[in-house]
C-alpha cells in the first residue's frame, strides 16, 4: 500500500503488487479491474509527496517501521566475504567495494571479484585523484586501470613502499594535490607518482605510539594518534590540533565541515563518546538524540553529508539521518531492510543513491525516497483490496479479512470480530465504517452491526452511497444490487429497501457513482447503467429506479471515471459514456491508446495507465483536452495501484 503526503499534508495510501503473475482470487474481483488484479506478494507503501530531508519533525509511527526502496547484496551476490568496509564509484558509474578479502565491481546488473582467490587481498579504503583514477589500500596498495577490451585490472603500486614503511596494511588512502597519502599504524606516507605512474617522491613520517586513521576536509590532511590527539599535516610538518587529546582515547570515526558553520567550524565523532564541534581550536561536546544510544553501548562508524543533514553509520543501531541541531530524521536499520546493524562505511552515488557496507553484505537506499514499504514484518500478509481511515484508524480490507494498524504493536492486526473471509471494499459514513463480505457490517465506534439483507445468500461485495443521495447506499453482491435506506436508529443505520430491478442473480462486480442520480454496473457479460434522478435527501424509492443495458465482454473490459466522466478500454479502442446515454468513441486517450493496456483514476486523483509491456506512467491533460504521458522523472509511478486513498 502507498501513502502519499503532499504540500496541503495530505497523504495517500495505495497497495503494490511486485508480480505480474496472474493468480486471481475471486473471479468475481477479477471482473471489477482486470489488468491490475494480479495477485502476486502486496504490501504497503506509504509515500510522502512533499518529504525532504530538511524536513526536522520528528518520525511518525509509520515512518519508524516502514522501509525505504532498500535492494541489498549479499556475500554470495558479489562472491566474497560478508564484511565490506569500503565503496566508491568510478566516473563511468562502476561501484567498487573493499571487503576484508577482497575488491569487487558492479556494474548495476553484475559482479565480478577483481583479486582472484589465489591472491585474496584485504581492502579497507579508496580515494580517487584529480583525474578520476582510483586507488585502494588495505593489505594491498595500488589503482584501477581499465584495459583496452574495457575490463577492469588492478595495477599494484606496493613494491614501491619500502618494507620498514609499509607493515602489514594500509588502513587508509587519500589525494590530494597530486599526491598519494597512506596510513599504517606505524606511518603516515607521502607518495608522489610521475605521469607514467613511476615513483617521483617518497615522504614518512612516524608515529610515537599508532594511527588509527587519517582524514581528508578540503586540502588539509589530519591523522589520529593513540595517546596523543589529532595531528594535521601543516607543509612537511605533523602539529597536534590544540584540545583533541580525547581522540588519543576514543578514536576518531569521521570529520568533515559543521553543517551550517562550513567556513569555520568542524563536526568530529568520537567511536565511543559521541559528537564534537572543532571550532577556532576548542573542542566542544554537541549534544544529540543520538546521545542516549551512545550510552547504551552504540558506537560510531561513520558519517558523511548528506544536503544539509547528516547521515550516521552506528555499530549496533543501524543508519540515522540527522539534521545539523541533532535531531533525529529517520532510521535505518535491519528492521527496516538493512543486511545488519553494524554499519562500516556510507558512500553516495552520482545519481543520489546511498551505499552502505555493513558486516553481512551491503544495501543501497533510496534514502529521499517519499515511499515507504509495509509487508510481512508489518502485518501486511495479504493481497490488499481496499483502504480506509476511520478516524485515526487506518483498515485494510484483504484477501484474508479485515487488518488495522496497531499504533501500540506498531504493526497491522487481525480484526477477527468483523469478516474474516476475503473483503473487498470498505466505505467510511461518517465516523462509521460500512465493511461488505460475507456479511454487511457496520463498524460504529467499536461497536460491530450487521446489516439485514437478502435470505438468499447473497455475499456482499461493494459499497457505495452517491454524493447526490447520502441517504442511500447500494451494495453489490452475488445475487443483485442490494439497495438501503439511512436508518434512523443507532441500532439500525441502514434499512434493507430490497434490490434494484433488473438485478436479481445477477453478480455485481463493479459500481461506479456516475452523479446526477446515475449509476454504473458491470455483471456478467453486460454493463448496467442504473438511473433514478437525484434523489437528495429524499426517501429511496425502487420504483424510480430505471435500468439500461449494453453486451460487452467483462473479461477483456477495463472501466474508470477518469475527471467524472466514465471511460471503457476493450482492448482496441476507447470510448466514453455521453450525455445521450451511449458509448461514443473517446479522444481523449488517443495519444497513448496503442500501448495501452489498462488506464486507472482512484481516489488520489492521478490519472496514469499501464501499458501493454506493464509499465505504469503518469498521465497530464494538455491544452487539447488529451492525456499524454508525462516524462517528467518522478518515484510514484513504479507504485501506481488501483488500490488508494486519499487522507
Not at 135 to 153: H, N, P, Q, V
Not at 384 to 410: M, Q, R
Not at 537 to 542: I, P, Y
Request: charged residues 25%.
Amino acid at each position: 500500500m502507498l501513502i502519499v503526503k503532499n504540500e496541503i499534508d495530505k497523504i495517500l495510501y495505495c497497495t503494490v503488487s511486485n508480480s505480474t503473475g496472474s493468480t486471481i482470487v475471486n473471479s468475481d474481483y477479477m471482473a471489477l479491474r482486470l489488468s491490475i488484479t494480479h495477485f502476486g506478494r502486496f504490501f504497503l507503501m506509504l509515500l510522502f509527496l512533499a518529504f525532504s530531508a530538511t524536513n526536522v519533525s520528528a518520525q511518525s509511527v509509520y515512518e519508524e517501521i516502514g522501509r525505504l526502496p532498500i535492494t541489498t547484496y549479499t556475500a554470495e551476490d558479489y562472491g566474497g566475504d560478508p564484511l565490506v568496509r569500503a565503496a566508491i564509484q568510478s566516473k563511468e558509474g562502476l561501484m567498487y567495494f573493499g571487503t576484508d578479502f577482497g575488491l569487487h565491481e558492479y556494474d548495476g546488473v553484475s559482479w565480478r571479484s577483481l583479486f582472484k582467490n589465489t591472491e585474496v587481498q584485504g581492502i579497507f579504503g579508496f580515494a580517487k585523484d584529480t583525474k578520476g583514477r582510483i586507488f585502494y589500500a588495505g593489505r594491498d596498495f595500488g589503482y584501477l586501470e581499465t584495459s583496452s577490451t574495457g575490463e577492469t585490472k588492478v595495477i599494484s603500486l606496493v613494491e614501491l613502499i619500502p618494507e620498514e614503511l609499509s607493515g602489514n596494511d594500509f588502513f587508509s588512502v587519500h589525494c590530494i594535490n597530486g599526491y598519494v597519502f597512506l596510513q599504517t599504524r606505524n606511518h603516515l606516507i607521502r607518495v608522489e607518482l610521475d605521469a607514467e605512474l613511476k615513483l617521483k617522491s617518497l615522504k614518512s613520517w612516524p608515529t610515537e605510539t599508532r594511527f588509527t586513521r587519517g582524514y581528508l576536509v578540503g586540502d588539509q590532511y589530519t591523522v589520529c594518534q593513540i595517546e596523543k590527539g589529532l595531528f594535521r599535516l601543516e607543509g612537511d610538518d605533523l602539529q597536534l590540533l590544540p584540545n583533541t587529546a580525547i581522540f588519543g582515547k576514543d578514536p576518531l570515526a569521521f570529520m568533515f565541515p559543521f553543517p551550517g558553520k562550513e567556513d569555520r567550524a568542524l563536526l568530529l565523532g568520537g567511536r565511543g563518546t559521541g559528537f564534537y564541534s572543532y571550532e577556532e581550536n576548542t573542542l566542544r561536546p554537541f549534544a544529540t538524540e543520538l546521545d542516549d544510544l551512545m550510552e547504551e553501548g552504540f558506537q560510531l562508524n561513520s558519517a558523511i553529508r548528506y544536503k544539509e543533514n547528516i547521515l550516521v553509520g552506528l555499530s549496533g543501531s543501524g543508519l540515522v539521518m540527522m539534521s545539523p541541531q541533532g535531531k533525529i530524521l529517520k532510521k535505518v536499520a535491519a528492521a527496516q531492510g538493512l543486511p545488519s546493524n553494524v554499519v562500516k562505511g556510507l558512500f553516495l552515488d552520482q545519481t543520489g543513491g546511498l551505499w552502505v557496507t555493513t558486516e553481512d553484505g551491503i544495501a543501497r537506499i533510496d534514502i529521499d525516497s517519499p515511499i515507504l514499504r509495509f509487508g510481512k514484518e508489518s502485518g501486511v500478509t495479504t493481497g490488499v483490496n481496499s483502504i480506509e481511515k476511520k478516524g485515526e484508524e487506518l483498515y485494510l480490507a484483504t484477501t484474508a479479512g479485515l487488518i488495522a494498524f496497531d499504533p501500540k504493536a506498531k504493526s497491522f492486526q487481525p480484526r477477527s470480530e468483523l469478516n474474516t473471509g476475503q473483503v473487498l471494499n470498505l466505505w467510511t459514513d461518517g465516523t462509521d465504517l460500512i465493511i461488505p463480505g460475507d456479511q454487511l457490517q457496520v463498524l460504529r465506534g467499536d461497536r460491530s452491526i450487521l446489516l439485514d439483507g437478502p435470505e438468499d445468500g447473497s455475499r456482499s461485495f461493494l459499497a457505495l452511497i452517491p454524493k447526490n443521495s447520502p441517504n442511500q447506499l447500494f451494495v453489490s453482491s452475488t445475487s443483485g444490487l442490494l439497495v438501503y435506506q439511512r436508518g434512523l436508529s443507532a441500532e439500525t443505520p441502514w434499512e434493507y429497501i430490497g434490490k434494484a430491478p433488473n438485478t436479481d442473480k445477477k453478480s455485481i462486480a463493479s459500481i461506479f457513482d456516475l452523479g446526477n442520480g446515475n449509476l454504473f454496473l458491470s455483471s456478467g457479460l453486460e454493463l448496467i447503467i442504473l438511473s433514478q434522478g437525484e434523489l437528495g435527501l429524499e426517501t429511496v424509492n425502487l420504483n424510480k429506479i430505471k435500468i439500461k443495458s449494453f453486451d460487452v465482454d467483462n473479461l477483456k473490459t477495463t472501466y474508470s471515471m477518469v475527471d467524472g466522466e466514465l471511460f471503457m478500454f476493450d482492448g482496441e479502442k476507447m470510448q466514453k459514456y455521453s450525455e445521450e446515454e451511449k458509448f461514443v468513441t473517446a479522444e481523449e486517450f488517443s495519444a497513448v491508446e496503442s500501448e495501452l493496456f489498462d488506464f486507472n483514476q482512484h481516489k488520489s486523483g492521478l490519472v496514469w495507465y499501464q501499458s501493454k509491456d506493464l509499465k505504469k506512467h503518469l498521465l497530464t491533460r494538455n491544452s487539447d483536452g488529451k492525456y499524454v504521458k508525462d516524462e517528467k522523472p518522478n518515484a510514484i509511478t513504479p507504485y501506481l495501484s488501483q488500490v488508494d486513498f486519499i487522507d
